[in-house]
């Protein structure tokens, strides 16, 4: 029975794979797809910048099966069965789309055990470890007509999408059902003179690289008093987002609005803030990036903070 099933599977990738070799084969555009679901939102964000960047750069029509979990917060992508680049409409089923990205997984890690073979390869993003390999990797797609990704892109800084800013905030315009949570922290602050964001990252950052980024609230709550010394002559206010609840009396010596989970609201709140404050985080970043928004990326180490220490991208 298992083997029945694996055959069933194979032959089901040999057709999906056949569509969309065809397919390029016959259009004016190479084509990139994003075959792998790759950690939060702030990380499939990231990676989706990469793929706009490389499809206005290299006359690309990319495919972002990675955004899979998140499309529906996006006006653009949640039209599109496909999550295509330069953004298209086309009908939505759920199932079709899944089993499709299921394909896509597959016939990728299937592609990562060959060679690149005219024009067709697979890459593990992952292997990406310096600015060498990444100029290889943007010379590989541009040359393919045919390109699979896995993995992730560590270590690149948002400034390379500088040249693509508007294009990036364009196509992640976000659903108009979500304005009222966007806008409620800035709203409860607007008493305000300043608003800083506090990004708290705990979760998966107590064992990820072993807790090299994990800050206890007692710490992020130190930076703030540092943070409201600065800009003593103002009233401020703190929008905190976190991905866990927290005890809210480490807070009371400040004024400030609390909200946890909600990612995508988050998101764009702390992208509506005047300064933003976190560990270093693709979450983070992209508030940091998408609202222009200067950031002071945090440690352990709690000292006096300046207004040159907030960085622009």
């Known amino acids: 029975m298992r083997a029945k099933l694996d055959m069933f599977f194979v032959f089901i990738d040999l057709v999906v794979f056949a569509f969309f070799f065809l ?52 006006v653009k992508a949640k039209e599109d069965l496909l999550l295509r680049y330069p953004a298209s409409k086309s009908f939505h089923a759920k199932n079709l789309q899944l089993q499709l990205a299921a394909c896509m997984h597959r016939i990728s890690l299937r592609l990562l055990k060959l060679k690149e073979a005219q024009g067709i390869q697979s890459i593990d993003l992952l292997e990406i470890k310096s600015e060498s390999d990444f100029a290889s990797l943007e010379a590989k797609i541009e040359r393919n007509g045919l390109t699979f990704l896995r993995g992730f892109i560590h270590n690149k800084p948002y400034s390379i999408f500088r040249n ?15 304005d009222a949570q966007v806008m409620e922290p800035i709203e409860h602050l607007k008493c305000c003179d300043l608003i800083i964001g506090v990004a708290i990252r705990h979760g998966d950052y107590k064992t990820w690289q072993n807790g090299k980024f994990f800050l206890p609230t007692e710490t992020y709550q130190k930076w703030m008093e540092e943070i409201e010394e600065l800009f003593a002559s103002s009233k401020v206010g703190f929008f905190i987002a976190s991905d866990e609840e927290q005890d809210l009396t480490t807070f009371k010596k400040h004024t400030f609005f609390f909200r946890a989970g909600h990612p995508l609201s988050n998101l764009y709140s702390l992208s509506k803030c005047d300064f933003l404050v976190s560990v270093p985080s ?26 040159h220490d907030f960085k622009s991208w």
């Open 282 to 307: 693709s979450f983070a970043g992209w508030a940091h990036f998408i609202g222009e928004v200067p950031y002071l990326a945090i440690d352990k180490k709690v000292r006096k903070v300046t207004a």
């Open 164 to 178: 693509h800013l508007p294009k990036i905030r364009e196509y992640f315009e976000i659903a108009k059902s979500y």
């Open 23 to 74: 397919w390029q084969k016959t259009s004016n555009r190479k084509f990139l797809i994003l075959c792998d679901t790759y950690g939060n939102i702030g990380n499939q964000l990231y990676l989706s910048c990469f793929l706009i960047k490389w499809s206005e750069e290299f006359n690309l029509l990319t495919f972002n099966f990675g955004l899979i979990r998140n499309q529906h917060y996006f």
